[in-house]
C-alpha cells in the first residue's frame, strides 16, 4: 500500500508542476544536464542584458559626439569667414575668436562631462571598456568610444586673430567622424550578439523544457494505468486474503 500511495504521490506531483524531474530519483543524469542548461539559458539572458548596456553606453557616446561636431561645423564657418583678411579689421577677428573659444568650452565641456554610469566616455579615460556578452568567461569584447579633447582634436590651440589654417577643423572633423564610424561599427557588433544569444537561449530554453516539462498525455495515462494496475492488484491480495481465512475456519 505504501508503495502505491507513493508511486500516485510521483505521478500527481508531475501533473500538478508541470515538472517531471522531481528529484534525483527521476532521472540523476538529465536532471543534470537540465540544471547545467538553465545555467547557459540565464548566462545568455545576462549577457542579453549587458550588450543592450553597452549599446545605450555607445548611444550616449554617439550623441554626444554629435553635439561636437555641430560646434565643429561653426568653427568651420568662421574660420572662413575670418579669413576674409581684405574686408575684417583686426577687431571683427577678435569678435569671431570669442565665438570660436565658447564653442571650444563647448566641446571641451561634452569631452569630459559625457558620462554613462558615472563612467566618462570622451575624455580618453575609457578607451577599453569590457561588455560581458556570453554566457561563458572571456566571452564578451571591449568598446571604444574615442576621446574628444580640444588636444585630441588638435583644435585647442586654434585661434583666427593670428595664422591658422581652415584644415586644422578639417582634421578635427574628420577624427570626429571616424570616432562615430567606429561607434557605429561596434553597435552592430552588439546588434549581432544580441542576436545571437536571444535565439540561442531560445533554442536552450526549449531543449530544457523538452527533458523537464511534464508531457500532460503521458502522465495522465501513466497515472491511469497505474490506478487501475494498483486496484487490480488490490482486489487480488483481498481475494487471497479471503481464501486464506476461509480455509483457516474449515480446519
Known amino acids: 500500500m505504501s508503495s502505491i500511495s507513493s508511486m500516485g504521490n510521483r505521478y500527481y506531483s508531475q501533473i500538478t508542476s508541470g515538472n ?14 537540465v540544471q547545467r542548461e538553465k545555467g547557459q539559458v540565464n548566462g545568455y539572458d545576462m549577457g542579453t542584458r549587458n550588450a543592450w548596456d553597452g549599446r545605450s553606453l555607445l548611444d550616449v557616446a554617439d550623441g554626444a559626439y554629435q553635439g561636437i561636431t555641430e560646434s565643429l561645423q561653426r568653427m568651420r564657418e568662421l574660420a572662413v569667414q575670418a579669413s576674409n ?5 583686426d577687431s571683427d577677428r577678435r569678435m569671431i575668436q570669442d565665438e570660436v573659444d565658447q564653442l571650444k568650452r563647448g566641446i571641451s565641456d561634452i569631452a ?7 563612467k566618462k566616455l570622451l575624455d580618453g579615460s575609457s578607451s ?10 572571456g566571452q564578451g569584447q571591449t568598446v571604444d568610444t574615442g576621446n574628444a579633447t580640444l ?7 586654434f585661434d583666427v586673430t593670428g595664422k591658422f ?19 557605429g561599427a561596434q553597435s552592430n557588433s552588439l546588434d549581432h550578439t544580441i542576436g545571437y544569444n536571444t535565439h540561442t537561449s531560445y533554442n536552450l530554453t ?5 527533458m523537464e516539462d511534464t508531457d500532460f498525455a503521458k502522465a495522465v495515462t ?14 487480488m491480495q483481498r481475494k487471497q486474503q479471503e481464501e486464506q481465512q476461509r480455509r483457516n475456519w474449515f480446519f
Open 222 to 235: 501513466d497515472l491511469n494505468k497505474k490506478q487501475l494496475m494498483d486496484t487490480v492488484k488490490f482486489m
Open 206 to 210: 526549449r531543449t530544457v523544457s523538452q
Open 165 to 183: 589654417d581652415i584644415r586644422t577643423i578639417d582634421d578635427a572633423l574628420s577624427k570626429v567622424s571616424s570616432n562615430r564610424s567606429k561607434i
Open 20 to 33: 517531471k524531474l522531481q528529484s534525483a530519483a527521476d532521472g540523476a543524469a538529465q536532471m543534470n544536464i
Open 85 to 89: 583678411s581684405a574686408v575684417l579689421s
Open 128 to 137: 577599453d571598456l569590457y561588455l560581458q556578452t556570453g554566457a561563458n568567461a
Open 112 to 118: 569630459n562631462n559625457t558620462e554613462f554610469n558615472t
Open 151 to 157: 588636444q585630441a582634436l588638435g583644435i585647442a590651440d
